[in-house]
Nanobody
Framework: QVQLVESGGGLVQAGGSLRLSCAAS????????MGWFRQAPGKDREFVAG????????YYADSGKGRFTISRDNAKNTVYLKMNSLKAENTAVYYC???????????????????WGQGTQVTVSS
């Protein structure tokens, strides 16, 4: 059973930056697509960014293009999300997710992911 543990959330002023981390247990991390999702109060969970097994392919929701960067370190079983130029509308709980069935491609639907972390709160003050 995979375990995903996020960290790095917090309170930041608009225009600031945060780097989220997600540490994964288990042997499937290195062959899995990893993703970040977020859920704001009263809203559905939405895709933020994804990365293939090698880190050679990344993709983003339009809201984060140019400001967010997803990366991974397979030696550390960790995936990261660097967020720059944060806005108040980026306030949400951010979740790390694993698609252990696929290492390549573009997984942007939450239903494609079979492992989830507990989430980390990001609050951006305006």
């Amino acid at each position: 059973q995979v375990q995903l543990v996020e960290s790095g959330g917090g309170l930041v002023q608009a225009g600031g930056s945060l780097r989220l981390s997600c540490a994964a247990s288990g042997r499937t991390f290195r062959t899995s697509i990893m993703g970040w999702f977020r859920q704001a109060p009263g809203k559905d969970r939405e895709f933020v960014a994804g990365i293939n097994w090698s880190g050679g392919g990344t993709y983003y929701a339009d809201s984060g293009k140019g400001r967010f960067t997803i990366s991974r370190d397979n030696a550390k079983n960790t995936v990261y999300l660097k967020m720059n130029s944060l806005k108040a509308e980026n306030t949400a709980v951010y979740y790390c997710a694993q698609n252990s069935k696929c290492g390549l491609g573009s997984s942007q639907q939450s239903s494609e992911y079979d492992g989830w972390g507990q989430g980390t709160q990001v609050t951006v003050s305006s």
